[in-house]
């Protein structure tokens, strides 16, 4: 199938586009309180709503985020975890560091100019991280295809193909030749040492198939000149949500041709309500916002695309992928042996439904039905009762095998109260109270050796138990002190 080609007099242009990249991963176990003492050292400042110096100190010029505002747009309970007062293991632990970087993408047959305004790393319940970068292209008439071409190359953080090989970010005096390497080891020095790739041989996260060739989420915020289009079109539209820029021939383009495949697209992933001067794109990889307003208006929509509805997008990923790391745990599970990893998963997924996954968490209309097209678009609920399902099948399974485990408990217990007390306090009881005469044992019958080594077998099977309870509980009262906040 052939790209649709785009001639250049359709081609509009943008007086602001501003992006966020998001890449999430995995927390090696134990290290959340390395990584925050690491983050804090680095220069990261964490992030608390009455702390209001820094509604202007992470967004670039112009640009403010009512710390107000974005609390007031969440219920009580999702507000908790999105903007705790304190230091909480079940709640977004927010690290920003501004950077005001003056850095360039070079895309071989043109340079982008850019500039980095800052950088999040959210601490996230369930060994769940992500790492947000804060960019906006600085280009005055910018052509709405490089904008899509820079986006996509951006947020491609190992080289895949060809004209990834071709681009490469300039910063100062140093060149990177992957995204990757100027994330890892200029704005986030030292986060890839605490990124988990146990699962997947070298992956940064455990398994999240929705994510392709090692790319970051992108959220965006397209300003268009009014006088350059004279609307946002379906194919506009379309071309923003899949980030279709250039074609190899460097000419703008579009992933699909048919008009009527576009318009269904459309009306599925996008949010019209400000029609036609404002759609919200959605999709697996991209949340856009495109507006034709003016230049107030357009402040305003980027400072919520920087607020409230980047802290949604933030909490479908952190549900989505939960979901996604929950039902992985069940399918690893060797149901007849991994008895303490189906206690420890039963735990994970009523701790996740009671404390996190909600059917109503925004209180303002607007925002919660982006919120739900965003949920709708990552399959979250379906995966929910996915997983619900899973639980009621492990409550199934640990109550019939406790029943058995009981059973052959109380059988055992019953054959060494009887065969202990019949034997054991008429034979061998008496020859056992101190000072104990070693010799009278050789001259026991075998029904005498039979009590002995029941008595001692008994001793030593309760003490078993009693060890191994103790230790389990010392376990677990160690992993969750490993979790607690610093």
């Known amino acids: 199938m052939t790209d649709s080609i785009i001639t250049i007099e359709q081609e509009p242009t943008l007086h602001t586009a501003l992006l966020q990249f998001i890449f999430p991963f995995s927390i090696k176990d134990g290290e959340n309180k390395a990584l925050i003492a690491k983050l804090k050292q680095d220069g990261f400042t964490p992030f608390f709503l009455d702390n209001k110096e820094l509604e202007d100190a992470y967004y670039g010029e112009g640009y403010c985020v009512s710390h107000e505002k974005m609390e007031r747009s969440y219920l009580p309970f999702a507000a908790h975890v999105l903007f705790p007062r304190e230091k909480s293991v079940d709640s977004f632990r927010r690290f920003s560091r501004a950077y005001n970087l003056a850095c360039s993408l070079e895309l071989g047959e043109c340079d982008v100019a850019f500039r980095v305004h800052s950088t999040d790393v959210f601490v996230c319940p369930f060994q769940l991280g992500f790492l947000t970068i804060r960019v906006q292209i600085e280009q005055e008439d910018l052509p709405f295809s490089l904008a899509l071409e820079f986006a996509d190359r951006f947020r491609t953080l190992e080289d895949v193909s060809v004209r990834d090989k071709q681009s490469s970010i300039r910063c100062g005096d140093k060149c990177y030749e992957q995204v990757e390497d100027f994330i890892f080891r200029d704005l986030a020095d030292g986060l890839e040492s605490f990124l988990d790739g146990e699962e997947l041989g070298g992956a940064y996260f455990e398994t999240l198939p ?3 060739d090692e790319r970051m989420m992108v959220q965006a915020f397209y300003g268009f000149n009014r006088s350059a289009t004279d609307e946002l079109t379906p194919l506009l539209r379309y071309r923003a949500s ?5 074609n190899a021939e460097g000419r703008p383009y579009s992933s699909a041709s048919d008009p009527g495949y576009i318009e269904n697209y459309c009306r ?3 949010y019209s309500r400000w029609g036609p001067d404002t759609y919200y794109m959605t999709n697996e990889q991209t949340f856009c916002c495109m507006s034709r307003a003016g230049r107030e208006v357009a402040t305003e929509l980027a400072n919520q695309m920087y607020g409230q509805y980047y802290y949604g997008l933030l909490l479908n990923l952190f549900h989505k992928i939960v979901l996604l790391k929950l039902a992985n745990l069940h399918s690893r599970l060797r149901i007849d042996h991994d008895y ?11 701790k996740f439904s009671a404390k996190f996954y909600f059917l109503e968490l925004i209180s303002q209309s607007q925002g919660r039905e982006i919120f739900l097209q965003l949920r709708k678009v990552y399959g979250n609920d379906a995966l929910f009762d996915e997983v619900k399902m899973t639980l009621d099948d492990l409550f199934q399974y640990q109550e019939k095998f406790q029943a058995r485990r009981r059973d052959t408990l109380l059988m055992i217990l019953t054959i060494f109260t009887v065969v202990s007390g019949i034997y054991g306090m008429n034979q061998v009881i008496e020859d056992l ?3 104990i005469d070693w010799s009278k044992l050789l001259e026991y019958s075998p029904f005498e050796y039979l009590a002995l080594s029941v008595t001692f077998t008994g001793i030593a099977v309760s003490l078993f138990m009693t060890v191994k309870e103790l230790y389990g509980s010392i376990r677990r009262r160690r992993r969750k002190r490993m979790e607690s906040p610093d």
């Open 210 to 212: 929705f994510f392709v």
């Open 242 to 246: 899949q980030l279709d820029g250039f």
């Open 268 to 270: 599925e992933h996008s």
């Open 340 to 350: 303490d990893e189906i206690e420890d998963l039963i735990f994970l997924i009523n």
């Open 433 to 435: 109270k101190n000072p």
